[in-house]
């Protein structure tokens, strides 16, 4: 029905600069909050920015003054562009978005994507 694909991860130094991409196909009524998550190695799964329908974004404490959420709704798509990256920016990055089905009773359902590895060396 929705599928949900990231794009945009690399190997990077230390103080350097990505942009991850997540674009959204299908069948669907609307999308509400796009979000990015983050997993580093051996730890929980972590937000690290969420953007509503009405563009107003929240942002993990760590990455506020480095990253930049944002989206495109005519392309149904959000980024991530994350500067001054550093080691400890090292995860598996995932999209997920709150996809309002077509089908009544138009119910939200949280859809992920299958993850984009971001990796910063010092």
């Known amino acids: 029905q929705v599928q949900l694909v990231e794009s945009g991860g690399g190997l990077v130094q230390a103080g350097e600069s990505l942009r991850l991409s997540c674009v959204a196909s299908?069948?669907?009524?609307?999308?509400?909050?796009m979000a990015w998550y983050r997993q580093p190695p051996g730890k929980q799964r972590e937000l690290v920015a969420q953007v509503t329908s009405g563009d107003s974004a929240v942002y993990k404490d760590s990455v506020k003054d480095r990253f930049t959420i944002s989206r495109d709704n005519a392309k149904n798509t959000v980024y991530l562009q994350m500067n001054s990256l550093k080691p400890e920016d090292t995860a598996v990055y995932y999209c997920?978005?709150?996809?309002?089905?077509?089908?009544?009773?138009?119910?939200?359902?949280?859809?992920w994507g299958q993850g984009t590895q971001v990796t910063v060396s010092s």
């Open positions: 299908g069948t669907f009524f609307s999308i509400n909050t």
């Open positions: 997920a978005a709150d996809v309002v089905r077509i089908q009544l009773p138009r119910a939200t359902y949280r859809y």
